[in-house]
């Protein structure tokens, strides 16, 4: 049997989404305090309440779980994995400036390119590096989840749609062109 095979399976999976450089693994502390009663002590006990699917095979999930809280950057639509197993997601959202700070920092780029990878940001509305990895563009992944976990709130009244600002959570990296 598949992860996703016809079978009825549980309804058990929760996602934790958003577009790379956007503060998922900072709600996804929140999210581990809340569900463990407890502070967090390290990153390693982040991984085991709330594994990251994109580094562990689907099938090493602990599936079995009553609820189980999933990191992805991946685009939640209908095609993903896990999906038919779905209950409802938090998708994180910061503002695309901030997330274009946070990427130019995280991969890295020299100085002498930074004017190309904002034109890129700003022409396609992200970054060519993760669309390589399935998890296409800020502006496309704001544009389809909104409308795609909308619908599915509407059918499940589960589902979080929340900003990073709207935690208090302030950037420390400033872009100015």
Request: net charge positive.
């Amino acid at each position: 049997m598949g992860l996703d095979s016809p079978v009825k399976q549980t309804k058990n999976v929760f996602w934790i989404v958003s577009y790379p450089k956007s503060g998922n693994t900072w709600v996804r502390f929140i999210v581990c305090h809340i569900l463990s009663g407890r502070g967090i002590k390290n990153s390693g006990e982040i991984e085991t309440l709330t594994p990251d699917v994109h580094k562990h095979p689907l099938q090493s999930l602990p599936l079995e779980r009553n609820r189980l809280f999933l990191k992805t950057h991946w685009a939640c639509t209908p095609s993903m994995p896990l999906y038919s197993r779905t209950v409802g997601a938090i998708y994180v959202v910061r503002h695309p400036g901030d997330v274009l700070a946070s990427n130019l920092a995280y991969l890295r780029i020299p100085k002498d390119r930074m004017e190309a990878a904002v034109d890129q940001f700003i022409r396609a509305g992200g970054l060519n590096y993760w669309t390589r990895f399935k998890m296409g563009t800020w502006i496309g992944r704001v544009m389809v989840e909104s409308g795609v976990w909308h619908l599915h709130q509407a059918a499940t009244r589960s589902t979080s749609v929340t900003s990073t600002p709207s935690l208090n959570f302030t950037p420390v990296i400033t872009l100015v062109k």
